[in-house]
T-cell receptor, first 110, second 117 residues
Framework: DAKTTQPNSMESNEEEPVHLPCNHSTISGTDYIHWYRQLPSQGPEYVIHGLTSNVNNRMASLAIAEDRKSSTLILHRATLRDAAVYYCILGPYNTDKLIFGTGTRLQVFP | GAVVSQHPSWVICKSGTSVKIECRSL??????MFWYRQFPKQSLMLMATSNEGSKATYEQGVEKDKFLINHASLTLSTLTVTSAHPEDSSFYIC?????????????FGQGTRLTVV
């Protein structure tokens, strides 16, 4: 499985945008970029995924570099409920299992 | 969206006993489910892939005789921790993945916190 590198932790103030980076220099052509987050004492939840083009949904935006060796998860206005560990995961579309890295712990301050 | 439910949410057991954790897909059928383990302040570690109607596939280093997985129906997978010891205390999480066109999303249970005393 291709490896991802994320900062261990990041901080943000409430209602400010947050940009969470992920490096994946060994990404293969068939790898999708998936983002999940885990709130304290809960199972992870899906945030967004993409292949080449930038993606938007109600939770976040995903900006993918042109060479696909990095991506950025964008939370447009952080709330206290966004405090979680965010995981960037690579994997082919048709693979079932997700292999989690260390993720980024996001703290949001009021 | 799809829902995956785990039961129990937490359990305390005595050393040497066995504990069963259930994982149900509530509104979809899951031919494949996954079991993860998470120690405090660490990431999720994939333990095994649970396949409906066949044997589970275990990740390297996971003892299949200690962590028994049964996937007898399309909506239920169970993980039994046999002869549990304090080092088995952890947060166990199951998941199932749904593919729909170009959408792919994994749904996770709320987790089961196991404490072995």
């Amino acid at each position: 499985d291709a490896k991802t590198t994320q900062p261990n932790s990041m901080e943000s103030n409430e209602e400010e945008p947050v940009h969470l980076p992920c490096n994946h220099s060994t990404i293969s052509g068939t790898d999708y970029i998936h983002w999940y987050r885990q709130l304290p004492s809960q199972g992870p939840e899906y945030v967004i995924h993409g292949l080449t083009s930038n993606v938007n949904n109600r939770m976040a935006s995903l900006a993918i570099a042109e060479d696909r060796k990095s991506s950025t998860l964008i939370l447009h206005r952080a709330t206290l409920r966004d405090a979680a560990v965010y995981y960037c995961i690579l994997g082919p579309y048709n693979t079932d299992k997700l292999i989690f890295g260390t993720g980024t712990r996001l703290q949001v301050f009021p | 969206g799809a829902v995956v439910s785990q039961h129990p949410s937490w359990v305390i057991c005595k050393s040497g006993t066995s504990v069963k954790i259930e994982c149900r897909s509530l509104d979809f059928q899951a031919t494949t489910m996954f079991w993860y383990r998470q120690f405090p302040k660490q990431s999720l570690m994939l333990m095994a892939t649970s396949n409906e109607g066949s044997k589970a596939t275990y990740e390297q280093g996971v003892e299949k005789d200690k962590f028994l997985i049964n996937h007898a129906s399309l909506t239920l997978s169970t993980l039994t921790v046999t002869s549990a010891h304090p080092e088995d205390s952890s947060f166990y999480i199951c998941s199932a993945r749904v593919f729909s066109g170009m959408n792919t999303e994994a749904f996770f249970g709320q987790g089961t916190r196991l404490t072995v005393v």
